[in-house]
């Protein structure tokens, strides 16, 4: 069965290097609104850091990616960090590295190992994790409808990441690939037709 490698849980990595300190945390990402929640909590919590530099990779194949210098010299930070990621074969990982100047320049050179390292600290104190790879679920029911959906979603060991229970309710997970097309049968069964799949690549 199709998989992949990620990290299972938040980790973190310290460099120091001629008084400038690099903070480095490394976290488990799905969609680019984690990422997002990650960078916007770490530049509340460290409100007073010159940088916040970081990279992702996301997606079944890896295909999605970005670099971010957030000021340093172009690709000095965010590609280094980035390459962390790569030589680890990680996807749905995204690395920050917080920087603390400490009065003295390091260089191009300096920032590359600085932040290379950091980045490295931060990923080998994680525990990756390979995990399937899944299809994409989003079904919409009525609330009458909630235990059956609830009891389908359960006998699929359907992973859910989103739902909401209003007039109309709504539930977004993931799926082993493969069993989508049976369990949209049952909901249909069920009188439930809202589902909507999206197949992995």
């Known amino acids: 069965m199709p998989s992949f490698q990620s990290i299972k849980a938040t980790a973190e990595g310290f460099y120091k290097e001629k008084g400038s300190k690099f903070l480095a945390y490394a976290f488990p990402v799905r969609t680019e609104d984690d990422i997002k929640n990650r960078l916007d909590d770490l530049r509340k919590q460290y409100y007073d ?3 916040h530099c ?6 079944n194949k890896s295909e ?14 965010g590609d280094p960090i980035l390459g962390q990621i790569r030589s680890k074969n990680l996807t749905n990982t995204l690395v920050v590295v ?3 100047f400490g009065g003295t320049k390091l260089g ?6 600085a932040y290379k390292t950091a980045a490295k600290e931060a990923l080998d104190a994680a525990e990756v994790i390979e995990t399937t790879i899944k299809d994409e679920v989003m079904i919409d029911f009525t609330y009458e409808q909630t235990s059956e959906v609830m009891r389908l979603a359960k006998e699929f060991n359907l992973e859910i990441q989103n739902q909401t229970f209003q007039e109309t309710c709504s539930l977004q997970g993931f799926i082993e690939v493969g069993t989508g097309e049976p369990l949209k049968e049952k909901l249909a069964l069920a009188g439930i037709s809202g589902v909507r799949m999206v197949k992995a690549t």
Do not use: Q, W
């Open 54 to 59: 970081y990279a992702y990779i996301l997606g």
């Open 98 to 100: 917080v920087r603390y």
């Open 108 to 113: 191009v050179s300096g920032l590359i190992t």
């Open 49 to 51: 850091a010159r940088h």
């Open 64 to 77: 999605k990616y970005r670099a971010n210098d957030d000021g340093e010299p172009n690709h000095s930070a």
